[in-house]
């Protein structure tokens, strides 16, 4: 597999560590993690940097997951990259939300590197 | 249809639906499983408490409580990594194992995931405080035990509509 350069955002540290273990055990070879604590800042890493996997959560404070996928369509960053929300909100509502903002896939919290693998690594290759 | 979650208040109290939570993030994300206590058995003085906050068309909190050790523990397991003491990782993480845990239980009744956000959590750490409510719609207020780690798990609802 190519090496892929993600970018996580979550405003938990903690959160953001575990979403790495679990993309490195789903076996994804993973040469650059950019994290970011908020949208706002996971927007400035996009205008800097370029990469290939976004893994976002949606409830933030400042910029919440939603509203950076919103952004990232509308400043045309990261065209083509796929995006996966990772979130302890589970409805119907919220899953259609984030695919309608223009996320690729959905992963909620709990979740296992199994999961991860499941619905992360098809639209990697697919990329 | 206006929804309305007052005509399934039993669905949404229902006891069982708050061990399955605590049962599934803890399987999931620490590996552990976790049982039903009869009560707080810690004989730590320093206390650790995530709070996570419900609003919509409930009001209230998921509030996750315990021990430093017992924080310590949950934390290590999360992360895999080790502690010494509370820091602002083990904090970090008890805030998302609350956080996960208001996510499962409300995730559990669909109008109710449909129709109540979180807020992000916030995590208290400190010596002989108690949180009081005023005349809850209902509470459910449950221990926990893992290994040698002992918990508490309580969801607050002070507004149904």
């Given at each position: 597999m190519s090496e892929i350069r993600a970018l996580i955002v979550d405003d938990s540290a903690?959160?953001?560590?575990?979403?790495?273990?679990?993309?490195?055990q789903a076996g994804l070879n993973l040469m650059v993690v950019h994290e970011a604590g908020s949208g706002i800042e996971g927007l400035d890493i996009l205008k800097a940097r370029e990469v290939d996997l976004i893994l976002s959560d949606i409830n933030m404070?400042?910029?919440?997951?939603?509203?950076?996928?919103?952004?990232?369509?509308?400043?045309?960053?990261?065209p083509g990259v796929p995006v996966v929300m990772i979130t302890t909100e589970s409805s119907e509502e919220h899953v259609k939300q984030a695919i309608l903002s223009g996320a690729q896939g959905y992963i909620r919290k709990p979740f296992t590197s199994e999961q991860v693998k499941e619905r992360v690594l098809p639209l990697v290759n697919a990329a | 249809m206006a929804v309305s979650l007052r005509d399934s208040v039993q669905l949404v109290s229902d006891p069982r639906n708050l061990d399955a939570s605590v049962e599934e993030v803890f399987r999931l994300m620490l590996g552990v499983s976790c049982?039903?206590?009869s009560g707080p058995v810690t004989e730590d003085l320093e206390s650790v408490t995530a709070v996570v906050g419900f609003g919509g068309m409930l009001s209230g909190a998921c509030v996750f409580s315990s021990g430093s050790s017992a924080a310590i523990e949950i934390a290590a397991h999360l992360t895999g990594m080790e502690f010494a003491e509370v820091d602002d990782i083990v904090k970090d993480g008890i805030g998302?194992?609350?956080?996960?845990?208001?996510?499962?239980?409300?995730?559990?009744?669909?109008?109710?995931a449909a129709h109540c956000g979180l807020s992000v959590p916030a995590v208290i750490?400190?010596?002989?405080?108690?949180?009081?409510?005023?005349?809850?719609?209902?509470?459910?207020?449950?221990?926990?035990?893992?290994d040698g780690?002992?918990?508490?798990?309580t969801i607050v609802c002070d507004g149904l509509q």
């Open positions: 903690v959160m953001r560590k575990i979403v790495e273990r679990a993309l490195r404070p400042l910029m919440d997951g939603l509203e950076f996928l919103r952004e990232i369509r509308a400043q045309n960053l990261a | 049982r039903r206590d998302e194992i609350c956080n996960m845990l208001a996510g499962a239980w409300k995730g559990k009744v669909p109008d109710l750490t400190g010596r002989d405080y108690k949180l009081h409510v005023q005349a809850p719609e209902f509470q459910l207020h449950h221990f926990y035990r893992f780690a002992s918990f508490a798990v």
